[in-house]
Structures are given as structure tokens and as C-alpha cells.
């Protein structure tokens, strides 16, 4: 069965560092994308970037470029999002999903992030 | 960046009723979209690929149309498990993807 099974919640102060975790399993973890989907407050899905864990190729959308940084770790199945420096801004949801022919057909749980001084 | 535009925003129906969301891409991305639907408090599930094909599992309720630039999502008769909001999602190799803005069905 393919699951994604992503980090807890987090609760952070701005300035910040912090990074989330989705955990692939029950497939071949390098041979899909990975992408990541942010979800403000009662707002809709905004595409946020995708990496590819067989060679590390990462793609990014520019509304998102330069604020994180999506990585993987082939050796443990998991991919990451990370962020230097948290705003408020940053207060989502965030989930990870796998990237087949051309649509996200496994989502993992999600990770709430607070970011609040 | 290709941009979609989902209407209606909101859409009250009934059991039963046939239900028609649009989705329209700001330049053509042959037939490389999918929709969504997505329940209070959970992730978004997979329904259409590839604009018209159904994912494994979804009822044959929901069907996908369109290619280029002007897709729809039909439910042909309304079930209470689809009160929900529904995405589209552009995916374009030259491009990062996009969703649309989201449509809610509410009951009517």
C-alpha cells in the first residue's frame, strides 16, 4: 500500500529555522516525483515545488523560490521542506504528494505549521 | 505562469442535481489537467487525470471533458458524500503547475 506519512505539527516563533518530513512507502521511492502543496487558512492548494529523489532534481514555483527548500534523502525514503527563516506568513498547512502522469495521486496527512510570536 | 481560472467560486445544489465546474487555462495545456476534491480537514483525493480520465476508484458519477484551454468537471447526479470543494490542477512540462481557485458545492 502507498502511504506518505509526513512530520507532526509545529509551533514556531518568526525568525526560525524549521523543516518538515514525508516519509514514502509501499513503492519505489526514486522512481516518482514528490511535490509539495501549501494551504493557508481557509484558502485553496498552491503548488510549491517538486523534487525528483532518484537524481535530487528539484523545481520550484517562483512564488516560492528562494523562501524554501525542498531535499530528499533516497537512503530513508523521505523527502523535506525546509525554511531559514519563518514568517507569519508562512502559517499553513502543508502536504506532500506523489507526482503520477499528471496529477498528485497520493497525499500525505499533512503538517500544520503555526508560526507566532 | 499558466493561470486557472475556476468558476462558479460556490455552487449550491441538491442531491441529485447534475453539477458542471469550469476550469479555464490562461494559455493551452493540451490535456494535461486534473481535478480534485478536498474535505474540511483532509488532503485533497485524486478524481480526473489527464482532463477525462477517471482515477481508480472514483465513482463513475464524476467525469472530466475539455482539452486546450476550457475543461469541466460533471457530477451527474449529486451525492451527499460529494458536498466538498473541488480543485483543478494544471500540469505543464514547460511550466510550474497551478491550481485553480477551488469551487464549493454546498446543499442547497
Known amino acids: 500500500e502507498v502511504q506518505l506519512v509526513q512530520s507532526g505539527a509545529e509551533v514556531k516563533k518568526p525568525g526560525e529555522s524549521l523543516k518538515i518530513s514525508c516519509k514514502g512507502s509501499g513503492y519505489s521511492f526514486t522512481s516518482y516525483w514528490i511535490g509539495w502543496v501549501r494551504q493557508m487558512p481557509g484558502k485553496g492548494l498552491e503548488w510549491m515545488g517538486i523534487i525528483y529523489p532518484g537524481d535530487s532534481d528539484t523545481r520550484y514555483s517562483p512564488s516560492f523560490q528562494g523562501q524554501v527548500t525542498i531535499s530528499a534523502d533516497k537512503s530513508i525514503s523521505t523527502a523535506y521542506l525546509q525554511w531559514s527563516s519563518l514568517k507569519a506568513s508562512d502559517t499553513a498547512m502543508y502536504y506532500c504528494?506523489?507526482?503520477?502522469?499528471?496529477?498528485?495521486?497520493?497525499w500525505g496527512q499533512g503538517t500544520l505549521v503555526t508560526v507566532s510570536s | 505562469d499558466i493561470q486557472m481560472t475556476q468558476s462558479p467560486s460556490t455552487l449550491s445544489a441538491s442531491v441529485g442535481d447534475r453539477v458542471t465546474i469550469t476550469c479555464r487555462a490562461s494559455?493551452?495545456?493540451?490535456?494535461?489537467l486534473a481535478w480534485y476534491q478536498q474535505k474540511p480537514g483532509k488532503a485533497p483525493k485524486l478524481l480526473i487525470y489527464k482532463a477525462s480520465s477517471l482515477e481508480s476508484g472514483v465513482p463513475s458519477r464524476f467525469s472530466g471533458s475539455g482539452s486546450g484551454t476550457e475543461f469541466t468537471l460533471t457530477i451527474s447526479s449529486l451525492q451527499p458524500d460529494d458536498f466538498a470543494t473541488y480543485y483543478c490542477?494544471?500540469?505543464?512540462?514547460?511550466?510550474?503547475?497551478?491550481f485553480g481557485g477551488g469551487t464549493k458545492v454546498e446543499i442547497k
Open positions: 504528494a506523489r507526482v503520477e502522469v499528471a496529477g498528485f495521486d497520493y
Open positions: 490542477q494544471q500540469y505543464n512540462s514547460y511550466s510550474p503547475d497551478t
Open positions: 494559455q493551452s495545456i493540451s490535456s494535461w
